[in-house]
Every structure is written in structure tokens, then in C-alpha cells.
């Protein structure tokens, strides 16, 4: 089912009543869960790659045991041997990071990359709703971030929508091209092992310490990377041409050797965050401003994991 494209300001700014009629077509979303097997106490395959183990209880030892669960205090305590047993955490935190700085407030068909940003968080937070997952994560700009802790229920999707359309609270961060950069460095401390992770942004001025910090998150969480882009950025138009919106207007005059080095440098900018994608064991989906947003998930969720 297609979903209908915002129009007038709602293509501008998100609206909390767009983000909410989401919840129907969210429906049709799976959220994919991990495809990697790991062994988990010798007794069973488990699907669920980097679950967290909780404990449970502890029992006298028996034959067969892993020794490596082996309660040591217990055991000093009473001169007989004892085991630790494990409860298996099946909840999984989906954590969402959007990008709402400048260059993510502009768009030529479609709507703003913010808002078709805002419109895939809200679908996958829906999505986590039916599926029992507790739903958080973080919004940044070069103004500001605001961070959201996992929580399960519905009004925790709607607080997360409300955090959507909200203005940003003005936060200690640097308001240059280290924002992004900072938001993503911020990810694996929140992100407990086995959380699934989606970061919607156009990654432009994605630097070292941004690359570093998706290498980091892959290692104990699934992540998906969802490149925003408006068609503009990846093919130019022959001639001069004048773009308005949200008080800005550009102007641009182009020959076809600038067509050919416009769209070649998009074209590197993808390739390469393909690659960390592929390197860090991520999955990697682009989403244009005219795009069905629902489709673009749908697509990311089949992909599977290197």
C-alpha cells in the first residue's frame, strides 16, 4: 500500500497528525529479526544474535554444566559447586537517530529530507510497537540533540513522535560540521548488545570519528543506514535554474561537464558509506525525497547481513 505524499507545509515541517495516520501502514513493515545463529550454553541455537543474558538463579551443579557459569561465591560459601542459570532477554531496544541539520531542510520534489526522515522513524516506531520492542533514540541538528531511553507502549511511540515535531533543545554540542559526527559517537553508549539501530540521514561532512563510532555499534547491534537524498543532489539539470523554499533560494547554471562532476561525486559520497556499510556488517538502503518511504523499509528489511 502506497502511502500518500504530504503536500503544502506538511512537505516543510513534519506534522504529529501525519506521523500518527503512519501507524496503519506501518502494519505492513517487518522488522527483520537478526539471520546470524549463535551458540548460547551449549544447549540450543538461538536467532538472536547479541541478545543480553540476564540472570536468573543459581542451582547445584550438575554434570553437563558449562564450568564457565560456575558461581564462585556461592560455591565458597557452601564447599559444594554451583551453577549460575540464565534468562534469555528476547525484548529487543530499537533505536532511531534522525538528522534534522540544515542540508537535510531542502528538497526539489517530494518533501524536505527532515520530514521524509521523520516519516521513516515514525514507521519504524510503529512497527516495534507491534512487534512488543521498546522504541527510543535521538534527534540532532547543528542547534541541538535531544536523546529518548528505550521505553515499551504506545505512549512511548507518541512521545517519540511529539519529540518528531518538536523544536530542539539547545545542547552543549558544537554547531558546525561535527554534529552529525557527535550524534553518532553518542549511539553505542546507548545502544545495548543485540539493539537494532537506524540512522536516517544524508551523511554529508560524515567524518573519522562518525565512521568509527558505526564500526563500534556494529559489533554488538544490528544497524541499518538510510541515506536521505533529494534527486537534485544526484542528477543536475541542464541550464540555469532557481530553487526557493523556507526563505532560501538558489540559483544554478550548469554545463554538462558540471552535470558529469556533480553526479560522480554523489555517486563516491554512496559508494563509500556502501562500503562502511558492508565492512562494518550494516545494512545500507538510499530513500530519495520522492520515495515511498513504507517500500524503502520494506526493501532495507530483506537485505541481509554480510
Known amino acids: 500500500m502506497a502511502i500518500p505524499?504530504?503536500?503544502g507545509e506538511h512537505a516543510i515541517r513534519p506534522s504529529l497528525d501525519d506521523l500518527i495516520r503512519l501507524s496503519h501502514p506501518a502494519a505492513g513493515l517487518s522488522l527483520a529479526r537478526p539471520t546470524v545463529r549463535a551458540l548460547q550454553s551449549g544447549q540450543y541455537l538461538s536467532a538472536f544474535?547479541?541478545?543480553?543474558?540476564?540472570?536468573?538463579?543459581?542451582?547445584p551443579y550438575a554434570q553437563g554444566d558449562d564450568v564457565r557459569h560456575l558461581d564462585w561465591r556461592v560455591t565458597a560459601r557452601t564447599g559444594?559447586?554451583?551453577?549460575?542459570?540464565?534468562?534469555?532477554?528476547?525484548e529487543r531496544p530499537v533505536l532511531l537517530s534522525v538528522d534534522y541539520r540544515a542540508s537535510m531542510r531542502f528538497a526539489t520534489r517530494g518533501m524536505f529530507k527532515s520530514v521524509m526522515?521523520?516519516?521513516?522513524?515514525?514507521?519504524?516506531?510503529?512497527?516495534a510497537l507491534r512487534h512488543g520492542d521498546r522504541i527510543g533514540g535521538q534527534i540532532f541538528s547543528e542547534a541541538g540533540r535531544r536523546e529518548l531511553r528505550p521505553e515499551h507502549g504506545q505512549r512511548a511511540v507518541l512521545r517519540w513522535l511529539e519529540a518528531l515535531v518538536s523544536p530542539l533543545p539547545a545542547t552543549a554540542g558544537r554547531g558546525d560540521g561535527a554534529a552529525l559526527d557527535e550524534a553518532l559517537t553518542r549511539l553505542p553508549r546507548h545502544a545495548r548488545p543485540g539493539s537494532l539501530v537506524f540512522v536516517f540521514s544524508d551523511f554529508r561532512q560524515l567524518g573519522a570519528a562518525g565512521e568509527a563510532a558505526l564500526?563500534?555499534?556494529a559489533r554488538h547491534c544490528d544497524g541499518v543506514l538510510v541515506m536521505v537524498y533529494d534527486p537534485l543532489e544526484h542528477t543536475l539539470p541542464l541550464g540555469r535554474h532557481r530553487y526557493a523554499?523556507?526563505?532560501?533560494?538558489?540559483?544554478?547554471?550548469?554545463d554538462r561537464r558540471t552535470l558529469a562532476e556533480h553526479g560522480r561525486r554523489f555517486l563516491d559520497r554512496r559508494r563509500a558509506l556502501e562500503d562502511l556499510a558492508r565492512r562494518s556488517g550494516l545494512r545500507f538502503a538510499t530513500c530519495a525525497t520522492s520515495d515511498d518511504p513504507l517500500l524503502v523499509l520494506q526493501k532495507s528489511g530483506r537485505s541481509r547481513r554480510r
Open 5 to 7: 505524499a504530504p503536500c
Open 49 to 59: 544474535k547479541g541478545r543480553g543474558m540476564e540472570f536468573d538463579e543459581t542451582r
Open 80 to 90: 559444594k559447586p554451583h551453577t549460575k542459570l540464565f534468562r534469555e532477554e528476547r
Open 117 to 127: 526522515a521523520a516519516r521513516l522513524a515514525a514507521l519504524v516506531a510503529w512497527s
Open 215 to 217: 564500526n563500534r555499534l
Open 245 to 254: 523554499g523556507d526563505g532560501r533560494e538558489l540559483t544554478l547554471d550548469a
